[in-house]
């Protein structure tokens, strides 16, 4: 560790001499340098927060005159991961020349279309509503952050008074105000007013920090937000405790467990009443210091402060009154307690739609909770996707710490409701959310696939991840599942070891869905095993091992996820893998072929038992993957050549001559099979759909 590491205990100095002297006089590449290794550190900023810029002399492409260009984030981009094609190159110059045609806080919006008429950099991405923050001051670095403790400062009571109390002249304060072309010149008049400053504190927002290289500026933002926390951790030790001090004790980490998988199917049913979400769970300590104090019931209905926190968590959470030692194993009587939480949540804000819309307000959103708390237990949140969810689940431990600091500063002071929602129902905001690109046929379902360490299993879920479902791994080999999972970025995928012989590793498995990701709305079950012997030469041991994998597997898979499925009240997907050979007689394959019929029969049965719950359940029969599929690496490929009266090596050709078509089928082939079941047909049940090239003696009609 390096004496500058020292230096810092609240923030992580990451700066790397090496790396940095690596780009020469990029000033660009230092800046986004800069931006990635701010943006790994929680502390000072989360996903999608705050903004940093630099400015640089380049060549006119008209007039091959020198010109300032100032380079800064885009709009909807994220700092800690910021390359060249998520900025904008913009002339600062014409872009201070807006102050000319400025017509006030009303004319913010077209401001921002005027934007584009300042660019240099013809592939720039497109700037954000705080550009002008950035090109109204000028120094050539610059940092905008959210720092938990400056954030604390700002959202406190007195906020200016305290920020002259840790860093006396040399820090600028600007009250709360909506980002935008006003508040620049906010700064501009700042700065103005007390040169010298190292930097300004945006009152209930944030944090501008500069310097004339893109490390000073690094270190002046690390050591501003360091002083701000030095001064929160010791008015802590004044205090002796934070929140009003400790009301209940958490429960053990694996209650805590087992309740939050109990309960978040029920809670995601809840959530999804408008459009269908994942969840996230956390329940780290700096979540039940404050879930279980004295202070959540009073400090939880103020929202947050910080316009990127509310954003993404809403205006306020939801607290549930359920008990920490409730009995979640009877979920009617849950329900029971649960809906009228939710109804008057949705009616509070609805409330606040109606009290704060303007004629031209957008339409009012989903009015359901994104933030839950339950008190003992921990925090659940639920959001169109895995990230989307897990970072509104980090903004609002940001919006906790926040809380925290002021509470020990002084008191905390939220935003007022008009002011909130006139960010969160902002026109500008509208339209970046109607730029999104449209959700994939299977985003925000929740896709659990057995014998995913390989083979056809793999392949599907690769199919179901693509098509936009999150997907929950499992296999009986843990090996295979670790490769098999890091194929995948995050937020898309997470394994559990499951052997479906096994009823209490299958709840494991649906208990690891539920905590990830909420629920599960699609079972695949493609785990197998394929036996290849004449009657005489099968087993006691054969027939139950097979009848073990692919029929009391399937029966208890189906089983638990029905449980969840009514938890959930959302429907859906339970597709079995089973085979060409369930159809057709052949030589040499009693056990096996008997044990495929019965999972074809099977599903006929739960499809007509489960429709009731809006479940549909589906088979695909493959025939023939020799390609690329686990069951053909051994004795069952060995066997089928024998049977056939050919060697191993002539199975794949044999296969393919012997279909319609003369196709190879492969494992992608057999998942595009599923996805049809999940993706297109949404009326279909009861149903087969043979994967085989064509095999006229498995014909289902």
């Given amino acids: 560790m390096n004496t500058l590491e020292k230096k810092f205990k609240y923030v992580d100095y990451l700066w790397d001499n090496e790396r940095a002297n690596a780009f020469g006089d990029d000033q660009v590449a230092l800046f986004l340098y800069r931006s990635n290794i701010l943006g790994a550190d929680l502390k000072i900023t989360n996903y999608g927060g705050g903004n940093t810029s ?14 300032e260009v100032m380079w800064v984030k885009g709009s909807g981009g994220d700092i800690g991961s910021l390359t060249r094609s998520g900025i904008a190159g913009l002339y600062t110059d014409r872009l ?36 002008p923050l950035h090109g109204l001051l000028p120094f050539a670095h610059i940092d905008h952050l959210h720092p938990d403790a400056l954030i604390a400062v700002a959202a406190a009571k007195d906020s200016e008074k305290v920020t002259k109390e840790i860093w006396g002249d040399n820090m600028g304060w600007v009250p709360w105000q909506r980002p935008g072309f006003d508040l620049g010149l906010q700064l501009e008049k700042c700065l103005a007013d007390n040169p010298g400053i190292r930097g300004i504190v945006l009152g209930s927002h944030g944090l501008f920090t500069w310097g004339d290289t893109s490390y000073e500026c690094y270190m002046n933002s690390l050591e501003v937000i360091e002083m701000a926390s030095d001064y929160i951790e010791n008015k802590i030790k004044e205090k002796g405790s934070v929140f009003g001090g400790k009301k209940l004790e958490s429960l053990p980490k694996e209650e805590r467990l087992e309740k939050a998988a109990q309960l978040m199917p029920l809670l995601r049913g809840l959530c999804s009443s408008e459009k269908r979400m994942i969840g996230h769970f956390s329940d780290s300590d700096v979540v039940l210091e404050f879930i279980n104090s004295h202070d959540l019931a009073r400090l939880a209905p103020l929202g947050t402060s910080c316009p990127d926190h509310f954003l993404r968590t809403k205006i306020q959470p939801l607290v549930l009154t359920l008990d920490k030692n409730e009995d979640l194993t009877d979920s009617k009587a849950i329900l029971e307690k649960l809906v009228p939480a939710f109804e008057q949540y949705r009616k ?19 009015p359901n909770p994104v933030i839950i708390i339950y008190p003992g237990v921990g925090i659940f949140s639920f959001s169109k996707d895995k ?27 939220s935003l007022p409701r008009q002011e909130a929602f006139d960010i969160e129902y902002w026109l500008l905001e509208e339209a970046k959310l109607s730029r999104m690109p449209k959700e994939q046929p299977l985003s925000r379902k929740v896709a ?64 690891k869905a539920c905590l990830e990701f909420g629920g599960v709305d699609i079972v695949v079950h493609s785990a197998g095993l394929a036996i290849s012997k004449a009657l005489e030469d099968t087993t006691d041991k054969d027939w139950n091992i097979l009848h073990s994998i692919l029929v009391k597997g399937q029966f208890d898979l189906a089983k638990q996820f029905s449980a969840i499925t009514r938890k959930q009240g959302l429907g859906g997907d339970y597709i079995s893998i089973a085979s060409k050979n369930g159809l057709v007689a052949g030589p040499n394959n009693v056990a096996y072929g008997t044990a495929k019929a019965a999972q074809q029969h099977m599903v006929r049965l739960l499809a007509a038992e489960l429709a009731k719950d809006k479940v549909r359940v589906n088979t695909v029969n493959p025939d023939g993957v020799i390609v690329g599929s686990k069951i053909w690496e051994g004795a069952w490929a060995e066997g089928r050549a024998k049977a056939n009266g050919i060697t191993v090596e002539e199975l794949p050709a044999f296969y393919a001559k012997r279909n319609l078509l003369n196709e190879i089928i492969t494992p992608a082939d057999i998942a595009n099979g599923v996805f049809i079941f999940v993706g297109i047909l949404d009326k279909s049940t009861g149903n087969i759909i043979n994967v085989d090239g064509g095999m006229a003696n498995a014909f289902v009609r």
């Fill in 54 to 67: 630099c400015k640089t002399i380049e060549k006119d492409p008209l007039t091959n005159e020198d010109v």
């Fill in 96 to 131: 201070r020349d807006l102050k000319k045609v400025y017509g006030g806080l009303s004319d913010e919006d077209r401001m921002v279309e005027l934007f584009n008429h300042c660019i240099y950099d013809l592939d720039s991405k497109a700037p954000s509503i705080d550009t």
């Fill in 387 to 413: 990230q989307t969810t897990r970072v509104a689940s980090e903004f609002y431990i940001n919006a906790i710490n926040v809380m925290r600091g002021a509470e020990v500063i002084t008191a905390y002071t």
């Fill in 348 to 366: 509070e804000y609805a409330d606040y739609y109606n009290t704060c819309k303007k004629s031209n307000s957008p339409a009012m959103r989903d």
């Fill in 448 to 511: 659990f696939v057995t014998g995913a360490g390989g083979g056809i299993g793999k392949a599907i879920a690769d199919k179901l991840a693509a098509e936009g479902a999150v997907v929950v791994l499992t296999d009986i080999n843990e090996q295979s599942l670790i490769e098999a999972n890091a194929t995948y970025k995050r937020d898309v995928s997470t394994y559990a070891v499951c052997d479906v012989t096994n009823t209490d590793s299958i709840a494991s498995a649906y208990k």
